[in-house]
């Protein structure tokens, strides 16, 4: 993914060659370059082929100290077609919104850890956490790992 092939699928786009990775083009488009701006946290769920093409955007975020919840898929595309990654996509896409926009917490066990981290950041943003928790309609899913817990193991 990241050869000859890759390469000249960029050039047909517009972009510029690969070795031109320092230029004002890849400063305006590359995430790594603006991680340090970021205001609010960021939710990555990407397919373990797509984790290394966003490893620097993760040092990065790393190096910042931006906060950066991320969870890889095994052997998935870009586009999850596995039924149970799927439906873990959707559901922690549905727990991220309602925790950062509405302040809700569904109750289990299941995202206990990861509502712990996003407390956590909450309250180093010095934002007002709304103490709520839904019951959720359905048991969560779990079926991937975040990198976070994977290095602490």
């Given amino acids: 993914m990241q050869g ?3 390469a000249r699928q960029f050039r047909g786009h517009g972009y510029p060659g ?3 990775r320092d230029t004002e083009f890849w400063k305006q488009i590359a995430p790594e370059h603006h991680v340090g701006r970021l ?4 939710l990555m769920q990407l397919a373990d082929d797509e984790f ?4 620097s955007t993760i ?3 790393q190096e910042a100290e931006s906060p950066v919840d991320l969870f890889v898929f095994p052997d998935e595309g870009h586009i999850k077609w596995q039924p149970a990654h799927r439906l873990a996509v959707y559901q922690r896409n549905l727990d991220w919104f309602d925790f950062w ?3 809700a917490q569904h109750c289990g066990a299941s995202r206990a850890a990861e509502y712990d981290r996003w407390r956590q950041w909450r309250e180093d943003q010095s934002v007002e956490v709304i103490p709520t928790c839904e019951p ?3 048991p969560r899913a779990q079926t991937s790992a975040s990198v976070s ?3 602490r193991r």
């Fill in 18 to 20: 690969l070795l031109e």
């Fill in 4 to 6: 000859p092939l890759y």
């Fill in 52 to 55: 290394y093409l966003a490893a």
């Fill in 149 to 151: 817990d994977m290095i």
């Fill in 59 to 61: 040092a990065a975020a």
């Fill in 39 to 42: 205001t609010t946290p960021v």
């Fill in 136 to 138: 959720a309609d359905q």
């Fill in 101 to 103: 926009l509405k302040g």
